[in-house]
């Protein structure tokens, strides 16, 4: 199983960018780097994803190391809203989705 | 609001019994997902279909079955039901079934097994 670790926890000031770690060293060369998060009793909302190359939306950046062993998840003004557990997975061409334990992020006004 | 629809919201039962959730995918998706999330285990894949095809299977139990109808609906039929059953189910749809599609998920539907 592709596999993905996590911070448990992290803590941000409102309106400061927001750096979000995941490690993934058995990824595959056709595995997508997927995140997502989830609010406080809803489902798991899209944020982004990538393969190789680093990727923006609306939303967040993904900086994918070279190895693709890492990526990180950024947030550029943290805001209340974005109070919630972001999740790293990693999607095969089998179409597992492996949701790990997420990292659950506090932000502070 | 993801377009995708369950329900029922919650569900109360008791050990042995059957129960039966939906799913209503977003208007135009071709792909349903269905996870269980329960606090000791997170939030795990179990099935998908694609186009009323399954396409990939997680970690669902011989009592889980599940199956899309030709309106692309879908529902997750759950059988002899037990304590540890009781999570939170969410369905999720995509447009097609690839993995770099983006799934959007329903409000999901707490089950309680007493």
């Known amino acids: 199983d592709a596999k993905t670790t996590q911070p448990n926890s992290m803590e941000s000031n409102e309106e400061e960018p927001v750096h979000l770690p995941c490690n993934h060293s058995t990824i595959s060369g056709t595995d997508y780097i997927h995140w997502y998060r989830q609010l406080p009793s809803q489902g798991p909302e899209y944020v982004i994803h990538g393969l190789t190359s680093n990727v923006n939306n609306r939303m967040a950046s993904l900086a994918i190391a070279e190895d693709r062993k890492s990526s990180t998840l950024i947030l550029h003004r943290a805001t209340l809203r974005d109070a919630a557990v972001y999740y790293c997975i990693l999607r095969d061409v089998g179409n597992q989705f492996y949701f790990g334990t997420g990292t659950s992020l506090t932000v502070i006004p | 609001d993801s377009g995708v629809t369950q329900t029922p919201k919650h569900l109360i039962t008791a050990t042995g019994q059957r129960v039966t959730l939906r799913c209503s995918p977003r208007s135009g998706d071709l792909s349903v997902y269905w996870y269980q999330q329960s606090l000791d285990q997170g939030l795990q894949f179990l099935i998908q279909?694609?186009?009323?095809?399954?396409?990939a299977k997680g970690n669902i139990l011989e009592r889980f079955s599940a199956q899309q109808f030709p309106d692309l609906h879908s529902e997750l039929n759950l059988s002899s039901l037990e304590l540890g059953d009781s999570a939170l189910y969410f369905c999720?749809?995509?447009?097609?079934?690839?993995?770099?599609?983006?799934?959007?998920f329903g409000p999901g539907t707490r089950l309680t097994v007493l």
């Open positions: 999720a749809s995509s447009l097609r079934g690839s993995s770099y599609n983006e799934q959007f």
């Open positions: 279909y694609y186009n009323g095809e399954e396409r």
